[in-house]
C-alpha cells in the first residue's frame, strides 16, 4: 500500500486482522445469545394446592402424577440449556379452568404464553377465547382424536373455535394421532386462514417405528401456510431413548415439506424429563445430533417459529 512503510503495514494488517477476527466473534456470539433465549412450545404445569386449583372431577388425586410440576421445577430442568421461554399447555387435570396457567403467566411477565382448553358448547366461547387471550393465551388445545373428529363437521361450536382462530390469530392445537389428520386437513381447506398446531408429530412413531404412510397425511398439511407442526415428545415416539436420531428422518421429510419457519421444538415436559430421559436430551437432538440443520434452521426450530406462533 503506497506512502506506508513496513511497520506501519504490519501495524495495519494486525489491526485489520483483528477487527475481522472481532466481526467473526461478534456474528458468533450474537447467533449463541439468540440460542439462549429459545422457547419450549409445549410443558405441562401443575401444583399441589387443591382449595386455590381445584382438579376437575373428571380426576382425582392418584391421577396426578407426578404430584407436581411447578415452573420452579421447570426452571431447574432448564437451567444450562438455551431454554428461557415456555408456551404452557393446560392440563387435562384442570380442565376448562385455566387460572393456574393463567397465573402462572401473570406472575412471570414475558416468560409464558399459554394454550388454553374450552368448553366449545357454551354460548359465551367467543368472549372467553378472547378474555384468555388478554391473558397471554395465544391456541387452544383440541383433542383431535378420531372419535371427536369425526363429529366436527356437526359441532357448531368447534366451527366457532376455528373461525375465532382465524379472527384473533389464535392457533388451534391439535392432540391427534395418525389416523386423524385426514378430518384435519378437511377443516385446514375449509379454515385456511385459521392458525393449526400439530402437536408431537401427530404422535406418529408411538408404535417404535414411523410409519410412512402416516407421515405423508402429515406432510400433506405443509400446503396449507397457516400450519405448523412440533418435533416433540421424543421421549414416546420410536426407540423411544436418547439421543433420539432415529426420529431423524422424520424431522429432515417435515423440514423439506414445512421448511424450519413451520417447525417448533418442544419438550412434553415433565413427561420428557421421567426415567432415563432428560431436558437436556431432547435439546441435544435438534441443537447437535441433525446434522442436516443449518444453524438458522435450528435457530426457526428452537425459537423463531414458537416466536412468531405463540409471543408476537
Known sequence: MRGMNNSTRRRFLTTAGAAALG???????????????????HVHVWDDKREKYPLSPDFASKDVAPSTFTPEELFAQQKGTSVSRTVLIQMSFFKYDNSYMTDVIQKHPGKFRGVGIVDESKEELKETMV???????RGFRLYAFLDKVKEWEGSAGIKKMWKVGAEENLSMCCLTDPESLPYIQKFCEKNPDTPVVIDHFARIGMTGTVDQK???????????????VKTSAFYALGKKAPPYTDLGDMVKQLRDAYGSKRLMWASDCPFQVQGDHSYKASVDLIEK????????????IMKNTAERVFFT
Not at 378474555?131 to 393465551?137: A, F
Open 23 to 41: 466481526s467473526t466473534i461478534t456474528a458468533e456470539a450474537q447467533f449463541h445469545s439468540k440460542m439462549n433465549d429459545n422457547i419450549d412450545a
Open 131 to 137: 378474555d384468555l387471550k388478554g391473558k397471554g393465551v
Open 289 to 300: 445430533k441433525l446434522d442436516f440443520l443449518s444453524k438458522e434452521e435450528i435457530a426457526d
Open 214 to 228: 402416516q407421515l405423508d397425511n402429515l406432510l400433506a398439511l405443509a400446503k396449507f401456510k397457516n400450519t405448523s
